[in-house]
T-cell receptor, first 115, second 111 residues
């Protein structure tokens, strides 16, 4: 069965632009989360969606937003890009927020470079 | 979620067991211990998880102390492909709730 698919894999944008990243979870998975990974801050939680509803949000400015569609695919958007937004953006999916089960599956990430 | 503490780096000889410690002294009763690893900035890969009993799967073993304040991930026969950053997370759910990743342990397996 196909894993978590993130597109595009690599992206270069200019400061001030906006960007949209896509994540297709494993078939049947309804919970999707996004993480940002930078050398300085490590892996940080951005937000989590379940059944098209945002359930949790990390400590990021409002320029970072996301949504989930009825087929569980998710997108995240970053507006007014800053150099500091350069990072690896990771998406993770799981069946549902059940307690004690196997951990989430992560995609390969989208490497965003802001110049 | 509980904060976890791990040594920043460890070396292990190929073929030997790699024992990676994690401290989670403030873990709550409903929080599981999860281990992930990340190779070359790929997405983190799930390894194993447990609540209070020791667990074993095809990848590793997880030993959790009786007071649950610490745990050890054991890779029984480390190979070069096990070189990665290993993260220990304490989390109350298995879903993609807000995992709090620490800095992890960079394991280097030496030939």
């Amino acid at each position: 069965k196909a894993g978590v698919t993130q597109t595009p894999r690599y992206l270069i944008k200019t400061r001030g632009q906006q960007v949209t990243l896509s994540c297709s979870p494993i078939s049947g998975h309804r919970s999707v989360s996004w993480y940002q990974q930078t050398p300085g801050q490590g892996l940080q939680f951005l937000f989590e969606y379940f059944s098209e509803t945002q359930r949790n949000k990390g400590n990021f400015p409002g320029r970072f937003s996301g949504r989930q569609f009825s087929n569980s695919r998710s997108e995240m958007n970053v507006s007014t890009l800053e150099l500091g937004d350069s990072a690896l953006y990771l998406c993770a999916s799981s069946l549902a927020p059940a307690t004690g089960g196997r951990g989430a599956f992560f995609g390969q990430g989208t490497r965003l470079t802001v110049v | 979620d509980a904060k976890t503490t791990q040594p920043p780096s460890m070396d292990c000889a190929e073929g030997r067991a790699a024992n990676l410690p994690c401290n989670h002294s403030t873990i709550s009763g409903n929080e599981y211990v999860y281990w992930y690893r990340q190779i070359h900035s790929q997405g983190p890969q799930y390894i194993i998880h447990g609540l209070k009993n020791n667990e074993t799967n095809e990848m590793a073993s997880l030993i959790i102390t009786e007071d649950r304040k610490s745990s050890t991930l054991i890779l029984p026969h480390a190979t070069l492909r096990d070189t990665a950053v290993y993260y220990c997370i304490a989390d109350a759910t298995s879903g993609t709730y807000k995992y709090i990743f620490g800095t992890g342990t960079r394991l280097k397996v030496l030939a």
